[in-house]
């Protein structure tokens, strides 16, 4: 059986067997029965997952688009409607993007799966409006339950792993509503629903990773729900739950490294809410022992716990929040130069991380300056730094904030461009992400909503169809080009 490793892995494996054949390191023909041994990702049939990739990306959004552009433009000319003709709408719509998806599922994938994911946003929203239009009542949680359960057959008929996790995101959202916000006997539902969430998990999910974290998720803010913030004696609770958390994750979970970094954020937020933050945060002192916390921390996970990783993670974390109280603590308002300071620490540490911690200060840098940069390009967030008292930048005298947000952007995405020269996905990301937020503010002010979304949509669909395209024919270069 052949190894199946990535695109990039198989590469370079390709160039080097060629290499150490042609240097006569290997016998003539060996680099070919070398390579034979790793199954090339051009030949990889996986039709039970659909991997997340550039295209896929461009199609879900194009789809979402597409959908709301409809939906907006049925939403605004919906009370001239009679009952009859808005339920056919709704009907024939779900009817048409699954028909034209399951059309096209062998011949354009991608795009099947674009009108299958219009389809679904489409099943979603109909649950909302026939409920409004025949006064069903009910209520939000209950909308996201049977949105849920009815995707789920689709899901499964087409094996598509984001409809499986949309599915179980809107079931998981009907449980947090309804019963972690919940008063009352409901509050304490959670305490059955939990387990039984659990064995779900492993006995139908196959103990399926991701269904676990979700778990997981709940399972924590059940807990800080319902004792971090309770107002009793209850409060204290955490003191016998957060130690059996750790006998959980030390005799069942194996020594999860995840589970102890829940179990190390809930210690420490419980220390900080009863310890640190409600005694100390009135008080002129506290930023002397906020500054003093944080070393004695990173002392300890680096030197006491032998450069602990997850304890380093819990400990940058702690430092943050400890970061954002200081500002609250000597009133600084100034959201754009507060956004700069955390933009200009997430670029910092993208490129310049201690030795012992480099991964982790990589990919935290690396995921966080996009989006504080994308708020820092939107150009309210501006105003407050040139102006005081106003509103809106539009009431401004001049556009000093427009300005600034538009040069950032601007030298935002010279940064980008040069991730896309040397051909990485992230500048590539950035790049249309910025396009379509640009894209949605000037659409938006020169033309009705519904359009802009669908022109929007279709947009995407082309460039994900362009890209695809492209990406094949430079995938035959390379391999015509590592034959010469």
Request: net charge positive; charged share 15%; with cysteine.
């Amino acid at each position: 059986m052949k190894r199946r490793v990535s695109r990039l892995t198989y590469e370079f494996l390709k160039k080097e067997f060629i290499f150490l054949e042609k240097t006569g390191h290997l016998d003539k023909g060996q680099s070919n029965k070398l390579i034979d041994l790793y199954e090339s990702p051009t030949k990889q049939v996986q039709p039970q997952l659909v991997k997340m990739n550039a295209v896929q990306i461009l199609s879900i959004i194009g789809g979402i688009l597409i959908g709301l552009g409809i939906l907006s433009f049925v939403a605004s000319n919906w009370s001239e409607l009679t009952k009859t003709f808005k339920f056919s709408i709704l009907l024939s719509t779900l009817i048409v993007f699954y028909v034209v998806g399951f059309t096209l599922e062998k011949k354009k994938p991608h795009l099947s799966r674009a009108f299958y994911y219009i389809g679904a946003f489409a099943y979603g929203a109909e649950i909302f409006y026939i409920g409004q239009m025949f006064h069903l009542g009910g209520n939000l949680e209950d909308a996201f339950l049977m949105w849920g359960i009815g995707i789920l057959p689709l899901a499964l008929f087409l094996k598509d792993k984001i409809l499986k996790v949309a599915s179980l995101v809107f079931v998981y959202a009907f449980i947090e509503i309804k019963f972690l916000f919940a008063d009352g006997l409901l509050e304490y539902a959670p305490i059955l629903i939990i387990p039984a969430l659990f064995a779900f998990g492993y006995y139908f999910t196959r103990n399926n990773m991701y269904v676990k974290v979700v778990n997981f998720i709940i399972l924590y803010q059940f807990i800080e729900m319902t004792f971090m913030f309770a107002d009793d004696w209850t409060k204290y609770l955490p003191i016998a739950i957060i130690p059996a958390l750790f006998a959980l994750n030390y005799f069942v979970m194996n020594k999860s490294v995840e589970l102890m970094i829940a179990n190390f954020v809930l210690l420490y937020q419980f220390i900080a809410m009863h310890f640190l933050f409600e005694p100390i945060f009135e008080h002129n002192n506290f930023p002397y022992v906020a500054l003093l916390a944080v070393p004695i921390l990173f002392y300890i996970g680096h030197v006491i716990m032998h450069k602990s990783r997850p304890l380093f993670i819990v400990n940058f974390t702690f430092t943050l929040i400890l970061s954002a109280l200081l500002f609250y603590h000597f009133e600084y308002e100034n959201f754009a130069a507060i956004a700069l300071f955390y933009f200009t620490l997430w670029m910092l540490i993208t490129y310049i991380q201690h030795t012992d911690y480099k991964d982790f200060m990589r990919l935290t840098g690396t995921l966080l300056h996009f989006p504080t940069a994308l708020i820092l390009s939107i150009p309210d967030v501006w105003f407050p730094m040139f102006y005081k008292g106003l509103g809106n930048y539009m009431d401004a005298p001049d556009s000093k904030a427009l300005i600034a947000s538009v040069v950032f952007s601007v030298f935002y995405l010279i940064y980008a461009l040069t991730l896309v020269k040397k051909e990485n996905l992230f500048g590539v990301a950035i790049v249309c992400v910025f396009v379509l937020r640009f894209y949605v503010d000037l659409s938006l002010a020169f033309m009705d909503k519904s359009i802009a979304f669908i022109i929007g949509g279709l947009l995407l669909l082309g460039l994900g169809y362009w890209f695809e395209k492209t990406r094949r024919k430079e995938m035959v270069k390379s391999e015509e080009s590592l034959k010469e």
